[in-house]
């Protein structure tokens, strides 16, 4: 019987499945550190004498907002470069400036120390966190697609969202082992910069990973290929970011800014609200590789379109439950670990329907601003927009009608429009490579 998994690859397969991934990693890793210490930053960077608790978490997430929205710079500058020069290079560049920007962060003067240049320093490594970002996904999706054996690219593109799992759950371990080994003002004081810290050596492992990856076969045969029109190549990144925004909303709802929720809106501890996110972690871990392996044989569109329509079903309900005073911790436990794996339904097929979408010679740039796109402003606003709007109305069920919305405009645009009209939409020629790679894809769609 032949294995699912891609363990029984090739050699170059398997290496471009875990360099591709592990900068993934090391990015999510950073954001969920910085969203399970959303409190402390505030504290330390944008609490003046005299400032409210809440107006300081808003500039967190403003911070942490404008990083998102230079995703999409940085996924037009290293998405061309990637499609013209080679994913490689463009992976190991992009690395390298998440890395040091990352460490910085765990270097960086407080407010007490240097004033109101301490918040201008972190929106700065910010700044350049969003931007090697934005080049990551597309390079290295296009590179573990592009390597996947025939009929495994739902497969191996899984892994890329995989990876968001275990960078979100290193960051919530290593924010819960702090917390539970540090007194509160030890990590207030420095305890919360070691995990930005600890990115270094991870990001040295990287770097070396990348150093060894080969160049796509498909980039190298189909670079000089005639290239699709811009307008073209905008539609269907427009449809993209429309078919993942739900994917977006609801992953960073219930995955990154729920502990900070939980801590402000329900009065929970900092220790009970990093239980919650670990759990909607391994919930959200535990479905993602499976709903990748099967869009390989059903299709892309079926399985994202479950995931959409449970989070538009179950949004409201499992918010209530969580703030019900009656209910176990136990069933509350496993409705978070719910939630988490209904996004993963859809983040598993995502990263390979968004690759689909594009030609090689635009791929890199086009899956890359897609998903920017979607994140900059579903994403990277989520918390910005819950807690901005739950202060002004005092309805602590926004997060559910947030996340309920967002899926429900996915739903749209994975049912209305079908997978001729996207082939149409990208331009796409009729060459061998591209027949090849559809037959490779099974049911796409």
């Known amino acids: 019987m032949t294995s699912t998994y891609p363990d029984r690859g090739t050699a ?246 729920l502990p900070s929720y939980l801590q402000s809106a329900l009065d929970a501890s900092f220790q009970q609200a990093l239980i919650a996110t670990v759990l909607a972690n391994l919930g959200f871990a535990m479905t993602i590789v499976p709903a990748g392996w099967l869009s390989d044989r059903v299709g892309r569109r079926p399985v994202m379109l479950a995931g959409a329509a449970l989070v538009v079903v179950l949004a409201v309900p499992l918010l209530n439950l969580l703030q019900a005073p009656g209910v176990s911790l136990t069933v509350k436990g496993a409705a978070v670990c719910g939630a988490g794996a209904v996004v993963g339904l859809m983040a598993g097929p995502g990263p390979a329907m968004l690759a689909e979408l594009f030609p090689t010679n635009v791929r890199h740039t086009g899956l890359g601003l897609a998903y920017a796109l979607s994140n900059a402003v579903f994403s990277g606003c989520a918390g910005l927009i819950i807690t901005e709007t739950i202060e002004r109305t005092g309805n602590v069920d926004v997060p559910a009608y947030y996340a309920a919305a967002t899926c429900a405009v996915s739903v749209l645009a994975l049912a209305t429009v079908s997978g001729a009209s996207v082939r149409k939409a990208t331009g796409r020629k009729p060459t061998a490579a591209l027949d090849e790679a559809r037959e490779a894809t099974g049911k796409a769609e």
């Open 12 to 257: 170059r397969s398997r290496r471009a499945l875990v360099a591709g991934s592990v900068g993934n990693l090391i990015e999510w890793y950073e954001f969920g550190v910085y969203g399970y210490f959303a409190t402390i930053i505030a504290a330390r960077f944008f609490t003046p004498e005299g400032g409210s608790e809440i107006e300081a978490l808003v500039k967190t997430y403003a911070s942490f907002a404008l990083a998102f929205f230079f995703r999409p710079v940085g996924a037009a500058v290293f998405g061309l470069l990637g499609d013209r020069i080679g994913r490689r290079p463009v992976l190991i560049l992009v690395i390298a400036l998440m890395t040091g920007a990352t460490t910085l962060i765990g270097a960086l003067p407080t407010y007490d120390t240097v004033g109101a240049l301490a918040p201008w320093l972190l929106t700065f490594l910010r700044v350049l966190q969003g931007l090697s970002a934005g080049g990551e996904f597309g390079g290295a999706v296009s590179v573990m697609t592009e390597f996947a054996p025939p009929g495994r690219r739902g497969l191996y593109g899984s892994w890329q969202s995989f990876t968001v799992a275990l960078g979100l759950l290193g960051g919530a371990g290593a924010a819960a082992l702090l917390a539970t080994v540090l007194t509160e003002r030890q990590l207030g004081d420095w305890g919360w910069r070691l995990p930005f810290l600890l990115t270094l050596p991870l990001g040295l492992g990287a770097l070396w990973l990348r150093l060894r990856l080969d160049e796509t076969p498909a980039f190298r045969q189909e670079r000089e290929a005639e290239r699709p029109s811009g307008r073209a190549v905008a539609g269907a990144i427009a449809l993209g970011a429309g078919r993942i925004m739900g994917w977006a909303a609801a992953g960073y709802t219930f995955l990154v800014v």
